[in-house]
């Protein structure tokens, strides 16, 4: 069998092939520590960061970003995810579900692979190739929330068939505690006393009412 073999530029073809073999050995790396459909999880300064492994040395994850809101270039919108681009994805609730080499997805960080499998024991993992998949169908732009849908939402309806963020109720819990307990409540008793004392004359019945009234819904919530 004979091929058409391009009598120019050799050098650059041999190079190529060498960058070929090069990738191939540095992606079948990851294939050994990783099987395709694995949750893949790397912490982050304040939070969880989690991916879907798809083979190859390609993790699909879901991050905030304003960029294919912008623009539909695909070049654009696969470049790295700068801060600004992040914090207007989720003060605009626009995220990108997108596929990343292993490196730019762990930045640096160490990487567990299946941590959640251990405590949602009451949803087993679903196929690796099934989770792989529904990885893969979500790719591109969609509406993301801090609390509601993120990278763990994602990961978890990706794995185990049911969309739920452990960091989510973790927060809710804090934030609950804080707000409903006893210490804020009599803050907030003192600072609804001082203002009607400070303001009196200016207040209308419905506002003295809340004054009074919130703190004491917190106080009975605590």
């Known amino acids: ?18 960058s070929k073999q090069e990738e191939e050995v540095h992606e079948s790396k990851y294939d050994l520590q990783f099987r395709r459909g ?3 999880e790397v912490p982050r300064t304040l939070f969880i960061h989690f991916g879907i492994y798809l083979g190859g ?21 696969q470049t790295m995810v700068t801060n600004t681009r992040l914090i207007l994805g989720v003060i605009l609730k626009r995220g990108s579900v997108r596929v990343d080499s292993v490196e730019d997805f762990a930045y640096g960080s160490e990487i567990l692979v299946n941590p959640t499998d251990k405590v949602c024991s009451s949803h087993p993992p679903l196929d690796p190739e099934t ?14 929330s801090l609390l509601w849908f993120n990278c763990e939402h994602y990961v978890m309806y990706c794995r185990y068939g ?13 934030v609950r505690k804080l707000v409903l307990s006893r210490v804020i409540a009599k803050v907030m008793w003192l600072l ?31």
């Open 1 to 18: 069998m004979f091929y058409n073999i391009p009598q120019y530029n050799w050098t650059v073809k041999l190079g190529e092939k060498k």
């Open 38 to 40: 694995d949750l893949l």
């Open 57 to 77: 040395g390609r993790v699909a994850h879901f991050i905030p970003d304003i960029m294919p809101v912008i623009s539909s270039d695909p070049k654009k919108i």
């Open 131 to 144: 989770v792989a998949l529904r990885a893969e169908r979500l790719k591109g732009q969609v509406p993301y």
């Open 162 to 174: 049911t969309s739920m963020s452990f960091q989510t109720f973790q927060f809710c819990k804090t």
């Open 192 to 222: 609804g006393a001082g203002l009607v004392l400070y303001v009196h004359a200016a207040l209308s019945p419905c506002t003295l009412l809340l004054l009074v009234l919130v703190p004491f819904l917190v106080w009975m919530a605590s």
